[in-house]
Structures are given as structure tokens and as C-alpha cells.
């Protein structure tokens, strides 16, 4: 249920992206990027680590009977946190950036990141209550309105930055109403918002929002720092490249964590590294299996699903989604090996790893961008990705880490053959892309068929 949701979810949004391509030039959609980019980093450090923590946090909460002032702590704990920082943010606006970002545009990104992380809060406690059916609901049905709202808007003629934030903000407000009304049910304990669970959290704080800002500067600086040596039409064509390749790429792996994630954390509490190691063998396997045949497509077909999907108009974007993609992969694989941190609620040495990455990537990215621009900002995500993996297996828990070599070599094999024989039969054209995926799906379908036969599980 987990992999259909997020499929359908991410499948939602993944089309939604041509659509507003066809309706924003590449320097419209620019400025919309530099807004999410601004946005984003207020909510990293708002919000995304209470979240990050508060889901290792709820499993001892259920364990006491107190899971509804938890939530509700949290939520309003994340809330407070989030406005004061937006505050601050329009306050220093017009000092650091003035000509950066519209206040208007920066107040709509404001909302729809209120409520996109009180709907992250809540579906992720229902990941942890492993209400999958509920759980999708919540998901598929912010996605289908964000489609629908945003689609409508765009072709009556609401091609603004801030009508992008307003529509996604709708959307993840029925999707989080969805959400509290099914979590409702299965919480436990008063209803009441206390100061206990809000401390146990912002305890965490100095490990684990250093986590969430080494996030941001992976995966949202690169634009600012073309902005500033480039015209935000070359900004426009990066994000949307980089964000065709992070929707399936990443859409992809977002959904084996999620699947894997509440399997590894219950099996450690069940049986400490005997079991989470399975688990997370687990979770490579799925991974495997769901993204390296999307991968080589974008790296050997990017012109043709570029050209298919951004138009015309995007068709400089074909230069860095193979790059992206690339790295997008990697950082799946980073998640795998690095879970032995959040496990022992280790947060502050799990921020330090991802924060070397991030200051290694800006780097990468004041020395490259500006001789390279959009190009350079692909070798420099990709090249800090790369390292970081490499940093990830020297210090991984070899007592938790069971990776499968024999799923990597075997899908790495299928998808190289394929790869090959398609692109040598009918180039990397846009038949050859449908044909390619095509193959591989039916191959995979296939594969797992023949293993959950034998007794595979995602809970065995």
C-alpha cells in the first residue's frame, strides 16, 4: 500500500510538473524556484527537524499511553516555531535580500509550508500506526488537489509564484484534515498540549537541525548561488531539471523508506541488530529494484524524456538531469547505511556527516558554478553525493548493514543489457524511453512476483 501511495502521489506531482512548464517561461519559473529555495531553509530550520526527531520519539510515547499529547504537543511545538521563523524571515527580507523575493511571494510560501509540515507530522504518525489505507487517503488526495487546483488556476491565467504556494498550500490542508481525522482514533491519552514532550524534542535540537540545514544546502543553495551569477531563465531550466529527476528518482526511493523505515525501527525494538539488520536489508532490496532502471533512463534517454515532458522550452535541462539523477540515487543509498545513527538517537554525529557534505557541496558550487553554471551545479551535487557515500560505508554498523549483492548485480545487469540493446535498436529517441521502461517494468514485475511466491516479505 505504501509504494502505491507514494507512486500515486509522487506520479500526481510528477505530471504537474510539465503542466506548469508549459505555462512558465524558464525565467518565471526561475523566481518560483528562488522562492522555494528561501522558503525551504526558514522551514528546515523551523520545522523539518522537529519532525525528523519527533518520529523516533512517538514509538516511546505509544509505549507510555501518551501519543495524543504527543502529537498535539508536537504539532503545536512545530507550528510556534515555524511562524517565528517566517517572522524573522519577512523582518530581514528587505535587509539581506530586498530585491530577492516579493513579501507576498514569501507570505503564501509561508503558508503552504505551515501546511505541508503539519500534514508531514501527521501521515507520519500514521506511518508509525501503520494505517497504510489512511494513510493514502491523506496523500493521494493532496496530491489529486494540488494537481487539479494548480491546473485550473494556470489555464485561467493565475501564473504567479505566489498562486504556486497558495494552491500547494490548499492542497496539503485537506490532505492534513484527512489525516488528523484518521489518526484521531488510534491516539492515545488526553488531548492536551504539554511541555514534557515539546523539551524532549528541542533537547535534540542541537544535533539534529544542523541535520536539517546540511539538507537544504544539498539540495536547495545551488540555486541561489546560480541566481546570482546567471539569469533566472538558466535557474529555471536547472530546477526544472533538477526537479523532473528528484520527483522520480527520489519519488521512488521516498517510497522504499517509507515502506522500510517503520518495518527497521520495529524490528529494532523487537529484536535490537538481529532483526534491523534484516530490515534493512530489506530496504535495499526495494530500493534496488525500484530505482536503477529510472536512473539509466534519464542518464541514457535524458533528451527524449526531457524534450516529452518540459517542452521545447526546457530542452537545456537534458545537460544535468543524468548528473542529477545520479546523485539523487546515491543519497538513497546514503539513507540505508547511516541508520545506525537515528536508531541510538544519535543525531548530533548524523548532522555533522550530512553538514561536511553540505559545506563540500557550496563549495563545489562557488568554484564551478560560475565557469560551468547549470552544468557545474549538476557535477557539484553529484560530486558532494558521491563523496558522502563514500564517507557512509567507512563508518556504516557493519552489525546493521547487510547489503544485497546479489539483487545489485543482477538489476545492475538487466538494466546495462537493456540499456544497451534499446539505445542500439532505436537510439535514445523517445520510443526508445517507452520501450526501456517498458522492459524493465515487466522484468521487475516479473522478479518480485516469483520472490513474494517464495515468501518474501516487507514484514517477515
Wanted: proline residues 3%; glycine residues 10%.
Amino acid at each position: 500500500m505504501y509504494l502505491v501511495t507514494i507512486v500515486l502521489a509522487q506520479l500526481s506531482s510528477f505530471i504537474l510538473l510539465p503542466i506548469i512548464t508549459r505555462f512558465l517561461e524558464p525565467s518565471v519559473f526561475g523566481e518560483y524556484a528562488r522562492a522555494l529555495a528561501v522558503s525551504s531553509l526558514i522551514g528546515m530550520v523551523g520545522s523539518s527537524w522537529i519532525r525528523n526527531v519527533g518520529f523516533r520519539f512517538y514509538f516511546d510515547a505509544k509505549a507510555e499511553g501518551s501519543t495524543r499529547s504527543f502529537y498535539w504537543s508536537l504539532a503545536a511545538l512545530q507550528a510556534g516555531v515555524l511562524i517565528a521563523c517566517f517572522g524573522v524571515g519577512m523582518a530581514l527580507l528587505p535587509v539581506v535580500g530586498g530585491e530577492l523575493l516579493a513579501p507576498a511571494t514569501l507570505a503564501a510560501a509561508g503558508l503552504m509550508i505551515l501546511a505541508a509540515d503539519f500534514q508531514a507530522l501527521t501521515v507520519s504518525f500514521l506511518r508509525a500506526e501503520q494505517l497504510s489505507g489512511r494513510f493514502a487517503a491523506a496523500e493521494i488526495g493532496a496530491g489529486l488537489t494540488r494537481l487539479v487546483g494548480t491546473t485550473i488556476g494556470l489555464a485561467v491565467g493565475f501564473t504567479q509564484p505566489s498562486f504556486l504556494f497558495l494552491a500547494a498550500a490548499l492542497a496539503s490542508a485537506v490532505g492534513g484534515a484527512v489525516a488528523v481525522a484518521s489518526l484521531g482514533p488510534r491516539l492515545g491519552g488526553p488531548a492536551r498540549v504539554t511541555w514534557r514532550p515539546m523539551r524532549a524534542v528541542l533537547g535534540r535540537a542541537p544535533g539534529a537541525l544542523p541535520f536539517s540545514l546540511g539538507q537544504w544546502f544539498s539540495r536547495q543553495a545551488d540555486r541561489l548561488v546560480l541566481n546570482a551569477n546567471a539569469s533566472t531563465a538558466v535557474v529555471g531550466t536547472y530546477a526544472a531539471g533538477f526537479g523532473l529527476s528528484d520527483r522520480v528518482v527520489n519519488g521512488l526511493g521516498d517510497a522504499a523508506f517509507l515502506m522500510a523505515w517503520p518495518d527497521v525501527l520495529q524490528s529494532w525494538n523487537d529484536g535490537g541488530y538481529q532483526k534491523a539488520r534484516i530490515a534493512v536489508r530489506r530496504y535495499f532490496q526495494i530500493y534496488l529494484w525500484l530505482t536503477v532502471g529510472p536512473v539509466a533512463a534519464l542518464v541514457v534517454f535524458g533528451d527524449a524524456v526531457v524534450g516529452l515532458l518540459l517542452g521545447p522550452g526546457y530542452a537545456d535541462s537534458a545537460r544535468v538531469v543524468g548528473l542529477i539523477a545520479c546523485a539523487a540515487w546515491l543519497s538513497g543509498i546514503i539513507g540505508g547505511l547511516n541508520r545506525h545513527f537515528e536508531l541510538q538517537k544519535r543525531y548530533g554525529a548524523l548532522s555533522s556527516m550530512i553538514l561536511g557534505s553540505a559545506a563540500f557541496h557550496l563549495l563545489l558550487n562557488l568554484v564551478l558554478v560560475p565557469r560551468f553554471m547549470a552544468v557545474g551545479a549538476g557535477i557539484a551535487y553529484l560530486t558532494a553525493q558521491s563523496t558522502l557515500t563514500i564517507v557512509a560505508i567507512m563508518i556504516r554498523d557493519k552489525r546493521l548493514v547487510w547489503f544485497p549483492l546479489y539483487d545489485a548485480v543482477l538489476v545492475f545487469a538487466l538494466v546495462t543489457t537493456a540499456a544497451a540493446g534499446v539505445a542500439a535498436w532505436l537510439g535514445t529517441t523517445p520510443l526508445g524511453v517507452v520501450t526501456f521502461a517498458a522492459a524493465y517494468a515487466l522484468v521487475t514485475g516479473a522478479f518480485w512476483t516469483w520472490r513474494v511466491r517464495r515468501g518474501w516479505s516487507v514484514s517477515s
